[in-house]
């Protein structure tokens, strides 16, 4: 019996073990500091098919006219004909550590009038950061992912036209990479705060490197001394660090949409005892107008009468009951067996949240 007993002891610690989830610290921090840039620009797509700006569309005339001027043509902006030429916004997104060289995909936006940008070329154009500087130069040509055909009224628009991307449009100029070696401090940042994480994170990198090199500051901050861990470089020492394991307990949270009536749960959502009474009424109410006619030679006038019918329907009241440690995918099988809609199901979550029968935070989108 004693060999039976150890067995089962293993068993339950082996499910306890297994139930504890592991997350890598990569998986759930990033690192201060390093991180993308928005970059943003102004420029034109030029070779359009007659799908560009209309001539009132005065800066896409402006612009074609400064560009032509500073190639050595110069031209009257009031005879130019822009239909195969659209003003556009262009983005792109700079990387941590980028280089000169480096290659950056753009998405290129119409900003006037234009009726799509298929088969348009960027013409060059200067990337700028935050801080006024260009950080890299774009142009190609345009990939789609939609199309719009047709004259007149009989169109077909097929996504969106307007939006193309260049693969690798751009080239960074600036160099933008952080001398790490100069770091005396790296500081992890935790995608969601909470202190029990951060805790765990700081503890299992002391663990780690057997030194007390770490500690939470804050719910979502723990800063590594870099020169008491006596690392070999820094990309070694983060390297390391983000390659651990600690245990990562989730924050019950549910997020519903009203608009479109998408709810969306996590497993450790628990309930109180409640109970939900769902029923429905319906009231229509329909008014119809009656013309009456006067006779022949009466000299009566016509007249509108309303016929006013009501209808009054109230389906019976249906209920059901959560005991104790029920989960919310447990009350929403059960709503649907009294025939709620996605919608009523919202409405009735907020419901229970108001009457503290939800342990968990309901998030509205």
């Not at 390093?34 to 700006?53: A, E, K, M, P």
């Not at 130019?80 to 290659?103: C, D, E, H, Q, Y």
């Not at 590594?224 to 070999?232: D, F, Q």
């Amino acid at each position: 019996m004693l060999w039976l007993a150890w067995l089962l002891l293993t068993v339950s610690m082996a499910l306890a073990r297994d139930s504890v989830r592991q997350v890598l610290v990569r998986d759930i921090s990033s690192i201060a500091g390093i991180r993308d840039n928005q970059l943003v620009g102004y420029g034109i797509v030029v070779g359009l098919n007659g799908t560009g700006d209309r001539s009132q569309t005065q800066f896409t005339t402006q612009t074609l006219a400064n560009v032509m001027r500073r190639l050595g043509v110069v031209i009257t902006p009031a005879t130019i004909r822009i239909s195969n030429v659209a003003a556009v916004f262009v983005t792109a997104s700079l990387p941590p550590f980028a280089r000169p060289g480096m290659k950056l995909d753009v998405t290129v936006s119409s900003i006037g009038d234009a009726k799509s940008l298929e088969g348009g070329v960027l013409l060059l154009t200067a990337l700028q950061g935050p801080d006024g500087q260009v950080y890299a130069n774009a142009q190609g040509a345009l990939t789609l992912g939609g199309y719009a055909a047709g004259v007149g009224g009989n169109t077909k628009t097929v996504n969106h036209p307007n939006v193309g991307r260049i693969p690798e449009g751009a080239i960074v100029e600036r160099d933008t990479a952080i001398d790490l070696a100069r770091l005396s401090t790296v500081s992890l940042i935790l995608r969601e705060p909470d202190f029990a994480v951060a805790c765990d994170v700081a503890l299992a990198i002391n663990r780690e490197f057997q030194r007390e090199i770490a500690r939470a500051t804050d719910s979502r901050r723990i800063d590594i001394n870099v020169a008491i861990a006596a690392a070999e470089s820094v990309p070694g020492l983060i390297s390391r660090i983000q390659a651990l394991a600690v245990e990562y307990h989730p924050r019950a949270k549910v997020i519903v949409n009203e608009r479109t009536g998408t709810i969306v749960m996590g497993g450790d959502v628990k309930l109180s005892p409640v109970s939900v009474i769902h029923g429905s009424l319906s009231i229509e109410i329909t008014t119809t107008l009656n013309v009456s006619q006067p006779l022949p030679y009466s000299r009566g006038q016509s007249t509108t009468t309303p016929d006013t019918n009501l209808r009054a329907d109230e389906a019976p009241t249906r209920s059901i009951r959560m005991s104790e440690g029920a989960d919310v995918e447990e009350l929403i099988t059960g709503l649907h067996a009294l025939g709620a809609s996605s919608r009523e199901i919202v409405a009735i979550l907020q419901a229970i949240k108001a009457a503290g029968g939800l342990a968990a935070e309901l998030e509205v989108i």
